[in-house]
């Protein structure tokens, strides 16, 4: 009985991966045929009906490009970072709350946050490790924004946690059923997104893959399916932020409609603003983040904390 749970448990979380790559592949469809219509043309719609078929069709071009190897790569992790930047999101992929019958953690946010800074380590290894000016560069004004953002994104995520005093996800659901989080602190729900789409490296932030000044940035050397490790990661990214999102603020189950349709939505509007909005100037995207984002959030931390020592003492 016990060899058949860990069967049913290792299918389960098998199942889940696939089905998370399956909505890896169908959301770079929808972010095509969007751009597509936001810029007055069809988009894919050559393979099969409506272009349906269009990732598979590429996923198998990707395969099946050819691999050169390079000179003067530091050959280990130049193959080995793409690898670990994908580990990671399925990584992130184990700890969400699927059902309280499934393996949900006590500390995830904990555990999300640290994952999400390892995730600067692979943009680092994988621009050194290609041994190129380009690559380098991309990878430099990563770390930096990718650094930069995190610091005000980890605090709002303090800042959720003085509401429910847990970094289990599944307090934030208990705890919103009558009263939704982004309703009691919209300032915190915006500066989120814009954080979240600041870490995700999605435009106006995209200076990772600025494609008029940096060649496409640290992934410039990377081709096959070591470039397609790196764009499942990119992707998986977008849709596990978006139900941590969700979660966070609106506390919805993982397998409730509203859930995938919420989700759905965050989405939706990272393609829209992706489509709409021209790239920003880089020194006023660290100005925004450390004089404009950072002192919003310090201050809503700091009036949360004196308002939770006040009730405290009033209770």
Known sequence: MIILNIFMLFFSFILLILGILIGVAFLVLLERKILG?????????KVFFLGIFQPFSDAIKLFIKENIMLLKVNLFFY??????????????IFGLPLSCNMFSMNLFMMYFMSCLSLGIYVILMSSWSSNSNYSMLGGMRSISQSLSYEVSMFLIFFIM???????????FMKYQKNLMFWFVNHMMFIILFISMIAELNRMPFDFVEGESE???GFNVEYMSIMFTYIFLAEYMMIMLMGFFFVILFFGY???MIKNIFSVLIFMMLMILIRGSLPRLRYDNLMYFCWYNILSIVMLMLLFMLILKILLINFY
């Open 214 to 216: 940096l060649v496409s």
């Open 37 to 45: 219509y936001v810029q007055d043309r069809k988009g894919p719609n």
């Open 253 to 255: 189950s993982m397998i």
């Open 161 to 171: 946690f003085n509401y429910v005093d847990s970094f289990q996800l599944l307090d």
């Open 79 to 92: 193959l080995i970072s793409p690898m670990i930047g994908f580990i990671m999101s399925i990584m992130i």
